[in-house]
């Protein structure tokens, strides 16, 4: 079972612990959301002012994390203990991964099969029901069950592919002949996945036709997502549930794709783009754009157009 205290977060955080209230000995033994929280519990409040102070002094948590510019009063860590930081969720998010995650050792699942000429790192966790082709996987990455690996597949350190994903499979490519007729295009390239990325249940990531498919560091990808053939997805973007690329998008670094997102194929987006829920991309982004809509347009630009339908169709 899970005991920390208020006194071992504070060394977790150093610095970042701009404040600490209360008897520092506090001892708990699970992470609790505010409201739903425990007095053997650690929470945390990303609320401001009055209303964050109204939420604390009613949780029972024994250790709440919350913003640094709060004034308590004696009262309010009697019974609790205050850390007090620049951004709670953020470091709620460190102490969880430091002390409330369990992390699964190396090694590979009876029922797992791994090809003779893969070269797989001896820390590499493979759960049940795998099949991991011959590919490269690099050290502390953790491969749950019912994962399909295909070769030319390059896998860097530290990546978590949950279960149900496929990687290196043949991108959607056919040509026409002159009857009409689909004939293959051969997919004889691979796919990258760089260090740090996590690909949640059900993530499809074609192989390249003839380049590679490549996912850049630190990039999450959320369930359910499709990522097709030479697609290029930049550094720490955060890809919401559901969301399709046709062949040949790239997408810059530090993105956030909202879920259900649909891309054109060859399509360019820069770095820091927003884009909202349920959009259709169908022409290049520049970088910094935050867009949103079907077709996808600029927000302010979208939110005009839908008041100007509004006032067109008289709806208050």
Excluded: W
């Excluded at 079972?1 to 208020?6: K, L, N």
């Excluded at 701009?18 to 001892?27: N, P």
């Excluded at 030319?152 to 496929?166: E, L, M, S, T």
């Excluded at 999450?220 to 919401?240: E, F, L, Q, R, T």
């Amino acid at each position: 079972m899970v005991s920390v205290t208020a006194e071992q977060i504070k060394r977790l955080l150093g610095e970042r612990a701009l404040q600490v209230y209360g008897d520092q000995s506090r001892r708990v033994v699970t992470a609790r959301p505010l409201g739903e929280d425990t007095v053997d519990s650690i929470t945390y409040c990303a609320a401001k002012g009055d209303e964050a102070l109204r939420k604390i002094r009613k949780c029972e948590a024994g250790i709440v994390v919350c913003p640094f510019d709060l004034t308590f009063r004696p009262e309010d860590f009697s019974t609790r203990t205050l850390i007090q930081v620049k951004d709670p969720r953020l470091e709620f998010v460190r102490i969880l991964n430091a002390f409330f995650v369990t992390t699964l050792g190396p090694g590979v699942h009876a029922t797992s099969v791994i090809h003779s000429k893969a070269k797989v790192d001896s820390s590499v966790h493979v759960g049940p029901f795998c099949y991991i082709d011959q590919c490269e996987i690099g050290e502390g990455t953790i491969i749950y069950g019912h994962v399909r690996i295909y070769d030319h597949v390059r896998i860097g350190r530290r990546v978590v592919i949950h279960a149900g994903c496929v990687v290196g499979a043949d991108g959607f490519g056919f040509a026409r002949s002159e009857q009409g007729e689909l004939e293959k295009f051969p997919q004889v390239g691979g796919v990258i996945v760089e260090d740090d990325v996590e690909l949640q249940a059900g993530v499809h990531v074609a192989r390249g036709a003839l380049g590679d498919t490549r996912i850049g560091k630190g990039t999450k990808i959320d369930s359910g997502c499709h990522i097709a053939h030479n697609d290029v997805i930049g550094k720490h973007c955060a890809i919401a549930a559901h969301t399709m690329f046709a062949g040949s998008v790239k997408l810059g670094d530090y993105c956030y794709v909202g879920p259900l997102t649909a891309f054109r194929d060859h399509i360019e987006v820069g770095d820091r783009v927003t884009i909202g829920l349920a959009s259709v991309v169908t022409k290049d982004i520049p970088s910094g754009a935050s867009v949103m809509g079907a077709p996808a347009r600029a927000v302010e630009e979208y939110k005009k157009m839908l008041s100007a339908v509004r006032s067109i169709a008289g709806i208050d």
